[in-house]
């Protein structure tokens, strides 16, 4: 069984920076992706962007580009989501969530994530 553990989140000034953490257990092959997705009050859940495990390629949505870095740590099965320059906006609970395979097209679409971690809240206060 596939597991997820987010931990890292806080409250920060705008501008500020949080580094989240997704702690992976479960899984019995290298190729799989790790996905972090956010959801605002009161807003549907966004993807924020995604990471292929086993060759580290990245794929950012907009929100993201320039301000946050998803990376990993192959030995100790943790993927990371570091977020700097925090704004307002950002304000959400953040959730990282996995599949079997990376795919660039298909990762940001309902369902394709099999499993979830629990989320970790990050607000930016202005």
């Known amino acids: 069984e596939v597991r997820l553990a987010e931990s890292g989140g806080g409250s920060v000034q705008a501008g500020g920076s949080l580094k989240l953490s997704c702690t992976v257990s479960g899984f019995s092959y290298r190729d799989y992706a790790i996905g972090w997705f956010r959801q605002a009050l009161g807003k549907e859940r966004e993807p924020v962007g995604c990471i292929s495990v086993s060759d580290g390629r990245v794929d950012y949505l907009e929100v993201a580009k320039g301000r946050f870095t998803i990376s990993s740590d192959n030995v100790e099965n943790v993927v990371y989501l570091q977020m700097n320059n925090l704004k307002p906006e950002d304000t959400a609970v953040y959730y990282c969530?996995?599949?079997?395979?990376?795919?660039?097209?298909?990762?940001?679409?309902?369902?394709?994530?099999?499993?979830w971690g629990q989320g970790a809240r990050v607000t930016a206060s202005a």
């Open positions: 969530a996995s599949a079997p395979i990376f795919m660039a097209t298909m990762w940001k679409q309902d369902g394709y994530m099999s499993a």
